[in-house]
C-alpha cells in the first residue's frame, strides 16, 4: 500500500509542475484551441496538455523502478510490457500529430486499428465472452476485430467526452481509482502501481483542466488515456476472457462508451455524417438542460463514482446478483437518457416511427410488399392492356381519386434534358402523336371536380436514358382529394416506385 501511494504522490507532483511548462510551451508555439460553435470556451486555450499527462505517468513509473526492485521484478516478469510501452508511444505520437496538423478521421482511425492489432499480437487479446448465467463464449476467429474494438471504443470514447472542461479527465481518473481498488483486491500488484501512477497524473492535471480550463489535453492525452485504460483492463484480465471482472472498466466507463456508442447511431438517425463531429453529446445535453458548466461536469462526476461502486460490487456478486446489478444498470441508462434529453429520439412514438421508417425503405411492412406485387404485375406486362389493368390495381392501393397516363407513340428522342417535349396539352410548338388513358375512383364527381380546392396533383415525366439520350414515353399524373382523405405517409415513396416500374415496363414494351 506503501508503494501505491508513493507512485500516486510522484505521479501527482510530477503532473502538477509540469502541465503549466507545457501549457507555456503551447502559447509560445501557437498550438492553442481556437473558440468555436461546437465549444464551449471562448478565448484561445492551449490544447496539448496530454504531453504533461503522458510524461508525468511514465517519469514516476521510472523513478519508481530505479528504486524499488519489486517493480523491476514485475516489468521483466511480464512479457506484454515492451508492447505496452510501444504502443503507448504510437498512440501518443498519433494524437500529438492531429493536435498538430489536424489530419483527417481515415488517418486517425485507422492509426488507432493499427496500435490496436499490434497490442493484439502482443498479448493483449479477448479470447472469450462469458456473462451471467452464460457460458464462456471461445471467440476463435473474432478474438482479433473484438480486441481491436474494444481498444477503439475506449479510446474514442475518452475522446467524445473531451467537451467540458475537466469531464474527461474527471472520469478518467474516477475510473483509475476504481480499476486499481479491484487490482489491489485480487492481488494484481503490477495493473495497480500503473492505475495508481495514472490516477496522480490526472489529478495534478485537473488543477488546471478543471473548469475554467487554462489548458486542455488535446488528442494526445485523450488517446494516451484511453489506450492506457483499455490495455491496463486486458493486462489484468484472466487469460483474456472478457468475463464479469472485465465488466469493472465496462461499467466504470458506463458514460463515456454510452456516448460514443450513441453518438453513430444519432447522427445516422438525423441523416448526417456517422463520424462527423457534433453537439449532441450527453454534456452538451446537460447543457440545454440549463445546467451550468460546471454543475454538469460534477453530474456526470457523481454518475461515474456510482458506477464505479456498481462495479466493484459486481466483482464480488454471484451469478444472479451480477444479473440483478446489470438490469438494474440498463434500466437506469434507459430513464437517464430519456431525462438528459434523448427522448426526442428514443420516445415510443419517434422510435417507432423510426422503425417504420426503416421497414418501409427495406420491404419489411405489409404495406410495402403488398405494394411490391403492384410493381411486379406492372413490369411483367406483356401488352398496353395487361399494363393498365396492373396500373389500375397500383392506382388503387395508393388511394388516388384520379389517374391519367399519357403515353407518346414513338417516344421522343432527344440528347439533353433541357429539350423535354410538350405533354400533349394543347401546344402548337410540338405535334406529338399521344394515347390517353384515364382511371377514375369509383363514385367520383363530374369533370368539374378538378376546380376544387384541398387536391394534390402530381405529373412526372416517363423517360429513361439510353447511350446519353433521353428518351420520353409520356407522363404520369394522379389527382388526390387531401381533404376527403390523408395521404399516406409513404405515399411519395411508393408514386416514385410506381414510376420507375412503368417505365420499366414502356422500354420493354415499346423499345
Not at 279 to 307: E, F, K
Not at 334 to 343: E, H
Not at 375 to 390: R, S, Y
Request: glycine share 10%.
Amino acid at each position: 500500500m506503501t508503494s501505491i501511494i508513493f507512485i500516486f504522490f510522484l505521479s501527482l507532483l510530477s503532473a502538477f509542475f509540469l502541465t503549466p511548462l507545457v501549457g507555456k510551451l503551447a502559447r509560445r508555439l501557437g498550438i492553442v484551441d481556437q473558440p468555436s460553435s461546437r465549444k464551449v470556451h471562448s478565448v484561445p486555450i492551449p490544447r496539448i496538455g496530454g504531453i504533461a499527462l503522458f510524461s508525468a505517468f511514465f517519469i514516476s513509473l521510472i523513478l519508481f523502478s530505479l528504486n524499488k526492485i519489486m517493480l523491476r521484478d514485475m516489468l521483466e516478469q511480464e512479457p506484454r510490457v515492451p508492447f505496452f510501452l510501444v504502443g503507448a508511444l504510437l498512440i501518443f505520437g498519433l494524437g500529438l500529430w492531429d493536435d498538430l496538423r489536424r489530419l483527417p478521421s481515415s488517418v486517425k482511425f485507422g492509426g488507432q486499428v493499427a496500435v490496436a492489432a499490434l497490442l493484439y499480437f502482443g498479448g493483449f487479446q479477448i479470447h472469450a465472452v462469458s456473462l451471467p448465467f452464460v457460458s464462456a463464449v471461445q471467440l476463435g476467429i473474432f478474438s482479433l476485430p473484438i480486441t481491436v474494438f474494444w481498444f477503439v471504443l475506449v479510446i474514442n470514447a475518452i475522446n467524445l467526452i473531451d467537451g467540458l472542461d475537466g469531464l474527461a479527465a474527471g472520469i478518467s481518473l474516477f475510473v483509475s481509482i476504481t480499476m486499481m481498488v479491484t487490482c489491489l483486491a485480487n492481488n494484481r500488484l503490477l495493473e495497480a502501481l500503473c492505475f495508481a501512477s495514472l490516477s496522480g497524473a490526472l489529478l495534478g492535471f485537473l488543477r488546471y483542466n478543471f473548469n475554467p480550463a487554462s489548458i486542455f489535453m488535446g488528442d494526445c492525452g485523450s488517446y494516451f488515456l484511453g489506450y492506457v485504460l483499455a490495455a491496463l483492463s486486458l493486462l489484468g484480465s484472466i487469460k483474456g476472457q472478457f468475463a464479469t471482472a472485465m465488466l469493472i472498466p465496462v461499467i466504470a466507463l458506463g458514460i463515456p462508451l454510452m456516448d460514443t456508442l450513441w453518438a453513430p447511431v444519432r447522427r445516422f438517425i438525423l441523416g448526417r455524417k456517422m463520424f462527423q463531429p457534433d453537439s449532441g453529446h450527453l454534456h452538451h445535453q446537460l447543457l440545454r438542460l440549463g445546467y451550468s458548466h460546471r454543475r454538469a461536469v460534477l453530474i456526470l462526476y457523481a454518475v461515474t463514482i456510482v458506477l464505479g461502486f456498481v462495479a466493484i460490487v459486481l466483482v464480488h456478486a454471484k451469478d444472479e446478483m451480477a444479473a440483478l446489478i446489470l438490469l438494474v444498470i440498463g434500466t437506469g441508462a434507459i430513464f437517464a437518457g430519456r431525462f438528459i434529453g434523448l427522448k426526442v429520439f428514443v420516445g415510443p412514438g419517434q422510435f417507432g416511427g423510426w422503425l417504420q421508417e426503416v421497414g418501409e425503405a427495406s420491404g419489411l411492412t405489409y404495406e410495402r410488399r403488398s405494394f411490391l406485387n403492384h410493381q411486379l404485375a406492372i413490369t411483367e406486362a406483356a401488352h398496353f392492356d395487361e399494363l393498365w389493368e396492373a396500373l389500375c390495381g397500383a392506382f388503387a392501393a395508393l388511394d388516388m381519386d384520379l389517374a391519367e397516363v399519357v403515353l407518346y407513340s414513338p417516344p421522343v428522342v432527344t440528347s439533353g434534358w433541357e429539350s423535354q417535349p410538350d405533354n400533349g396539352y394543347g401546344s402548337d410548338e410540338l405535334q406529338l402523336n399521344t394515347i390517353t388513358k384515364t382511371w377514375r375512383k369509383e363514385g367520383l364527381a363530374s369533370p368539374g371536380w378538378l376546380n376544387r380546392k384541398g387536391l394534390m396533383k402530381i405529373e412526372q415525366p416517363l423517360l429513361a436514358q439510353n447511350d446519353g439520350q433521353l428518351c420520353y414515353y409520356g407522363l404520369l399524373v394522379l389527382v388526390k382529394d387531401i381533404q376527403g382523405s390523408t395521404a399516406s405517409h409513404f405515399m411519395l415513396t411508393r408514386i416514385e416506385h410506381l414510376r420507375r416500374a412503368l417505365v420499366t415496363a414502356l422500354v420493354k414494351i415499346q423499345g
